[in-house]
């Protein structure tokens, strides 16, 4: 298994940036395919971004496209998720998860059922 913690949140102003990090340990990071996800008061997890193993293939929520990206890496074991131009309705809990390899990907996963290692999450907060 991989386990993930996730660092970087915080309180930021509209307009502003913030850096998530998320941290593996136990088996390689390069193992998996890594996505986050996002999770506001009342409403259900939502998919914000993935990136496959290798780091060549990013895909996003159409939400936040042009505004976050996702990156990685390997060596360091580190999934990283830059936030910019930040909103008020991107505040929530974010998540880092990991893909089990043994699955079979035929189209993007964006569902949380589709992930299955998950961190405690991270708040961010985006004052208007």
């Known amino acids: 298994q991989v386990q993930l913690v996730e660092s970087g949140g915080g309180l930021v102003q509209a307009g502003g940036s913030l850096r998530l990090s998320c941290a593996a340990s136990g088996r390689p990071i390069s193992w998996y395919a890594m996505g986050w996800f996002r999770q506001a008061p009342g409403k259900e997890r939502e998919f914000v971004a993935r990136i496959s193993r290798s780091g060549d293939d990013r895909y996003y929520a159409d939400s936040v496209k042009g505004r976050f990206g996702i990156s990685r890496d390997n060596a360091k074991k580190t999934v990283s998720l830059e936030m910019n131009s930040l909103k008020p309705e991107d505040t929530a809990v974010y998540y880092c998860?990991?893909?089990?390899?043994?699955?079979?990907?035929?189209?993007?996963?964006?569902?949380?059922?589709?992930?299955?290692?998950w961190g405690q999450g991270t708040q961010v907060t985006v004052s208007g």
């Open positions: 998860a990991a893909e089990d390899p043994s699955r079979i990907v035929v189209k993007v996963p964006t569902r949380p059922s589709e992930y299955d290692y």
